[in-house]
């Protein structure tokens, strides 16, 4: 029987996932305009000047067999299955994975974002001066932390509309806002900023909600959830086009022991895993199974010597548990570079990824 073709949309965590254990059972093709996979987690890293987050896309791949189109999809026709690029190629697929993520929500050219590390750093250099971070969530801590520790000569502000780490538990908003007040950082909570141009600084880096990247499905009539994600069902098919899978930070996904899955790496990996398995299930003509996941813990960077590890619920509601310092840090750094391992492990042996706790 002739394997059936895939199109990926994205290469990040979760449409790399994807591609990578569906290779053995299907023709994969990933369509992403950029030749390497990014660390996104990294990018408060990044901003501070460690020099490479990415890895080649190739080196990847080539041993799965995946094909990788270096292209921007531009449309997606439901109807003929078919997606069209910016290159003028137009791209048969028997099932789609719409994996095309998230960004943050534009503020405009006058603030910075974590997309926009490499500028970001940039003008660190051209410093000192005074620099703030708009938003209070784990990215905006990562942010502030990062630079207020390797740029001190920089006056470093965190604004947030509500509590600085809202989602932690009180042992763990207590260490955060201990150990950002020690590397300088000036807190303001419960003030609300509605654009970079009300804020009086040298550098505004904008860390506020993220957005969905699902305008090309929007376009293409693939059915929406409330607030902008692909609305999927328990195995992640389109509700409305059940050809088409969603992954990633670009679908509404929820399973019974977590509720609705927030954007995170964390829920990418096994999401881009899940998709997979749904997809190799009909190839066997077997009805693909429910999703299952719940939430452990989050890993915060507070710069490089120290951090936050917060132990949460299945729903990812904190436990009162935290593991702080340098000891947390570590964890952290471990746990980012679990998630390459993963895709290499993925890239090498795809059957063995549905074994890795919390991924599979």
Not at 65 to 91: K, M, Q
Request: hydrophobic share 40%; glycine share 10%.
């Amino acid at each position: 029987m002739e394997k059936q073709q895939v199109l990926v949309l994205g290469a990040g965590y979760a449409g790399l996932m994807a591609a990578l254990r569906l290779a053995p059972h299907t023709r994969v093709t990933l369509v992403d305009p950029s030749p390497a996979f990014t660390e996104r987690v990294r990018l408060h890293e990044r901003a501070v000047g460690r020099p490479d987050i990415t890895h080649p896309l190739d080196a990847l791949i080539r041993r799965a067999g995946v094909v990788h189109v270096a292209a921007r999809a531009t449309g997606i026709d439901p109807a003929a299955r078919r997606i069209t690029t910016d290159d003028g190629r137009r791209l048969p697929y028997d099932r789609l994975v719409y994996a095309l993520g998230s960004r943050t929500a534009d503020p405009g050219e006058r603030a910075y974002t974590p997309e926009t590390a490499a500028e970001l750093h940039k003008r660190l250099l051209d410093g000192p001066g005074g620099l703030t971070v708009v938003g209070g969530g784990l990215t905006g801590i990562e942010l502030a932390a990062e630079i207020a520790e390797s740029h001190d000569a920089w006056k470093v502000r965190l604004i947030t509309d509500a509590e600085v780490g809202g989602g932690l538990s009180a042992k763990g908003r207590a260490h955060v806002r201990t150990t950002l007040t020690g590397l300088g950082v000036r807190i303001e909570e419960g003030r609300r900023v509605a654009r970079p141009e009300d804020v009086d600084a040298d550098a505004v880096v904008w860390a506020t909600a993220m957005t969905a990247n699902t305008a090309l499905a929007e376009a293409a009539g693939i059915t929406l959830a409330p607030g902008g994600r692909v609305r999927v069902d328990a195995t992640l098919r389109s509700v409305s086009h059940p050809e088409i899978y969603a992954v990633g930070d670009a679908a509404a996904m929820a399973t019974p022991a977590a509720g609705a899955l927030r954007m995170a790496c964390a829920t990418a990996l096994p999401s881009g895993s899940h998709a997979a398995s749904s997809i190799i299930a009909e190839t066997r003509g077997r009805e693909p199974k429910p999703m299952r996941f719940r939430f452990m813990a989050q890993c915060v960077s507070l710069g490089r010597r120290d951090g936050l590890v917060q132990l949460v619920r299945a729903d990812d509601s904190p436990r009162e548990t935290v593991l702080r310092g340098g000891t947390a840090a570590r964890a952290k750094e471990q746990v980012v570079r679990s998630t390459v391992r993963a895709l290499r492990l993925a890239a090498r042996r795809p059957g063995a990824v549905p074994l890795i706790p919390g991924i599979g």
